[in-house]
């Protein structure tokens, strides 16, 4: 299952950063984060709960920039 | 400038207000560091604060951390030597300042390129009970119900129209400016723009299925695919920083030790002073920005054209695009029949044409409807009787009571008409009137007007060698390629032997920077345009087939967009380099004169500043795509 949402991030770098804190985080199999689009596309495990993971995804991204939102 | 933005700002301005005047503030020692602590707190508060974050979250090497250990090392050092704040403070308000045009500028190029993109609409009209048009969400349009669309308005979903005369302006889609003309049984794509009258579309899509909904999908997806020079910037990114604080921590302890174990003064401050201007130096915020920056301006760029990459990855590949092979019915030629030569033997072109056309009055057969299309008032006051069709052969009729015969070579010599054979290659419509040879109309397949400059255009932009690919025979296919100047012809091709020659043509060009691209209509040659390097669907407004098979789309037919394509690809490469070249380049000097002492804090922000506002300009270059190319 993939989704996209919408971000907010001030700056590249810190986009690179967001998407190395969501692929890590347990339930994505894999994250991409267009910066340009202020995008990001997450892709799910099979079994997982989108939300749930994406609470977990948000937490981790705030931990590495805490300027940063994600909109689900 | 949103509400962050402009409080940087200020923050800016006054910070600098506040430096100028301590700066003829006659005091000393401890008050002069508490002086100038106000301006640096107000311009680096927040910094400190992320800072103080990153260390709780064991992120230590962020560059919020480094500006910080940087600044508040260059006060501490302030301390023993009395002077050396106000580089501190300036270091902060240079780094926001960068900060602020970084977040200024790219929320102006993406806002500019995303207005490019902006075609979805985001409703469709449909009748409401009462006779007026009522907005809907397009997503809940079921296929077959009939939309309104209000002139000035998009196309939401693709459709035929079924009433009401309008002109639309495709270029959203195609870029192309010239308004097309449409009324009812003409398509109606989504992202047009209707100009002119109220029209009722039958939708035959889904909103998600329709061409501009695909487009976005496509836009948005393709940020996801990077190029090796973004995936390179970001992996350097990565071992950048760490690889700095770490020179850093050399530079201000090595020196130092081998000072004092010569017995020499050991000099820590001076030497800590450079390991400090190592760490204001450690941001890769220029590279970072700048390198996703100029793919996204040269997708927008080209998207502006209509052409749309699939993703910078292919950017890259069309720019090394070495071999291309182009499928020739559609792609260079029109694919429609033409009457391309009329050669009378006793009368005159016009008259000719007319009796041919009569000829086929009732005829559907592709050959008689372009006579027709050629003579554009075929259903005049003329009689037309006795039509026989002679199948294989042609038609017999008689027009204003003149015996007419129209067809090929085998209906002359049923007739015993003695003929003349056509130079030129083609369908020959031979003409007899009343038992005598009239003259012969040559058929054929035209050339696009702007092909033979297509080709030459994509030769211009690095393309050595280009080869045509078609299932046509040899005649029509040799006199396509000897017009054109195409470097070889491979003729009959069946299309698993199109994808046969295409294997041979990727082998045969083995080096790694020397790209194959194909380019064809994306209908029958689906499996072409994926095994090649790049693949170019052409035409492809409204079939999402070839949408799905390219790697880039070029909305319209025109060949001319393919050397457009390389053009915008090649330049948008040559700026990444520039930047990567440049901004490396820079940091690698600045860091070799501090690590000798000739450059201070100060030339280091100013310096990494300046890369990354240039970077940035640089990059917006991108988005503008010469129109003469």
Not at chain 2, 336 to 359: G, N, R, W, Y
Not at chain 2, 374 to 394: L, P, Q, R
């Amino acid at each position: 299952m993939k989704k996209n949402y919408k971000i907010d991030v001030d700056c590249a770098n810190c986009a690179n950063k967001m998407e190395d804190a969501a692929k890590k985080t347990p339930g994505v199999k894999d994250a991409s984060v267009n910066y340009m689009m202020l995008k990001m596309k997450v892709e799910f495990e099979d079994e997982a709960d989108a939300e749930a993971v994406m609470a977990e995804v948000l937490k981790n991204c705030k931990k590495v920039e805490s300027d940063c939102n994600i909109y689900f | 400038m949103n509400s962050r933005q402009k409080l940087t700002l200020i923050r800016i301005l006054i910070s600098c207000a506040l430096l100028a005047g301590i700066h003829f503030i006659p005091v000393n020692g401890v008050i002069k560091a508490l002086l100038y602590l106000v301006p640096y707190l107000i311009i680096g508060y927040d910094i400190l604060f992320k800072a103080f974050k990153g260390i709780r979250n064991l992120k230590a090497l962020d560059e919020c951390f480094l500006m910080a250990v940087a600044t508040i090392g260059a006060f501490i050092l302030g301390l023993y030597s009395g002077e050396g704040y106000e580089e501190a403070v300036a270091v902060m308000i240079f780094y926001q300042t960068g900060e602020l045009f970084e977040s200024y500028a790219v929320g102006k190029s993406r806002a500019s390129i995303s207005d490019l993109m902006e075609i979805c609409p985001d409703h469709a009209n449909i009748m409401g009970p009462e006779g007026s048009l009522i907005r809907k969400d397009p997503e809940d349009i079921e296929t077959g119900t009939v939309i309104y669309i209000e002139p000035g308005e998009r196309v939401p979903i693709d459709g035929i129209i079924e009433e009401g005369k309008t002109a639309f302006d495709l270029s959203p889609l195609t870029g192309e400016s010239v308004p097309v003309s449409a009324g009812p049984g003409d398509e109606a794509v989504s992202g047009s723009i209707n100009l002119k009258g109220l029209i009722a579309v039958r939708t035959t899509k889904d909103f998600s299925e329709s061409t501009a909904s695909k487009i976005l999908e496509l836009i948005e997806d393709a940020g996801s695919r990077k190029s090796r020079s973004e995936k390179f910037i970001s992996k350097f990114a990565r071992i950048y920083t760490p690889a700095v604080v770490l020179a850093a921590l050399a530079v201000g302890i090595i020196p130092p030790l081998v000072s004092i174990i010569f017995g020499n003064g050991a000099e820590w401050s001076i030497w800590i002073y450079r390991a400090l201007t190592f760490l204001v130096i450690s941001c890769p915020c220029a590279l970072v920005i700048s390198i996703p920056l100029s793919f996204f301006a040269g997708l927008g760029g080209a998207g502006r054209s209509g052409i749309l990459v699939k993703g910078s990855n292919y950017l890259e590949t069309l720019s090394k695009v070495d071999t291309i092979a182009l499928d020739k019915t559609g792609t260079l030629t029109k694919g429609v029949f033409d009457v391309t030569a009329i050669h009378p033997s006793d009368m005159d072109e016009d008259t000719l044409l007319h009796l041919a056309a009569h000829c086929e009055r009732y005829s559907s057969h592709p050959i008689g409807e372009s006579l027709k299309r050629a003579y554009e008032n075929e259903n005049d006051g003329c009689s037309v009787t006795d039509v026989e069709e002679i199948s294989g052969k042609g038609v017999r009729a008689s027009i204003n009571g003149m015996d007419v015969l129209a067809g090929n070579e085998k209906l002359m010599d049923a007739y015993g008409i003695e003929y003349k054979e056509c130079h030129l290659k083609g369908t020959t419509v031979h003409v007899a009137v009343n038992g005598k040879y009239a003259g012969h109309i040559l058929i054929s397949d035209i050339i696009k007007e702007n092909a033979k400059s297509a080709i030459e255009d994509m030769r211009r932009k690095g393309a050595k060698k280009i080869v045509l690919l078609t299932g046509d025979n040899e005649y029509a296919a040799n006199d396509v390629g000897s017009v054109l100047g195409i470097d070889k012809v491979y003729w009959g091709l069946m299309p698993d032997e199109k994808l046969h020659v295409m294997e041979e043509l990727i082998k045969s060009s083995s080096s790694s920077d020397k790209k194959v691209a194909y380019a064809g209509d994306g209908i029958n040659d689906a499996p072409v345009l994926t095994l090649s390097d790049v693949g170019i669907a052409m035409g492809a407004m409204g079939s999402d087939a070839a949408i799905e098979a390219a790697d880039v789309v070029i909305m319209d037919d025109d060949p001319g967009k393919i050397s457009k394509a390389m053009a915008v690809a090649k330049k948008c490469m040559r700026i990444v380099k520039e930047n990567i070249v440049f901004a490396i380049g820079v940091k690698l000097i600045c860091l070799i004169l501090s690590a000798f002492g000739m450059t201070g804090m100060w030339m280091a922000i100013f310096a990494d500043v300046g890369v990354m506002i240039l970077a940035v300009l640089n990059s917006i270059r991108c988005m503008f795509v010469s129109s003469n190319i």
